[in-house]
């Protein structure tokens, strides 16, 4: 009897940064018109901008939509406010943490990725997320395919 060995095959694994300030998704305004309401961010809003970087950075890192299920770590950085700041350095009265929240931010990027990086976002099944001051923002994201 001759038994093959387990083929190991490496999960696919992609990782890109999106340089600036992470923008976190707002919460939906609500208008009326003929009798339906309409849920909307409003078009001057920064996420747009945001979530085209993101979907941009996806596209050069030449992502394809999987059918898989996915885990995602993202990371947030931050720059500084100068307001945190003293000549001796950050001020002992600074914020450790950014005080945007990290399910907005995350939830700024998955759907930034839906149809780039997966078909729904249902489909992630394990998330991580940090935030933290830096000397620059960024956000870094990481997708491995699970198998």
């Known amino acids: 009897m001759h038994i093959q060995p387990a083929v190991q095959t490496q999960p696919e694994t992609i990782t890109f940064v999106v340089d600036g300030d992470p923008v976190p998704q707002p919460r939906a305004r609500v208008s009326t018109r003929g009798g339906f309401a309409r849920a909307y961010v409003p078009r001057g809003h920064a996420v747009h901008a945001y979530r085209q970087a993101i979907e941009v950075a996806a596209q ?48 700024a990027v998955l759907d930034a990725l839906t149809c780039h990086a997966w078909h729904d ?27």
């Open 121 to 147: 976002d249902k489909q992630v099944a394990e998330l991580h997320v940090s935030k933290s001051y830096g000397t620059a923002g960024s956000t870094e994201v990481t997708i491995e395919q699970l198998s």
């Open 60 to 107: 050069a890192a030449d992502m394809k939509p999987t059918e898989d299920a996915v885990s995602v770590w993202l990371t947030f950085t931050f720059s500084r406010p100068k307001s945190h700041m003293t000549r001796q350095g950050v001020k002992k009265t600074a914020p450790a943490l950014p005080r945007e929240d990290v399910d907005n931010l995350a939830k």
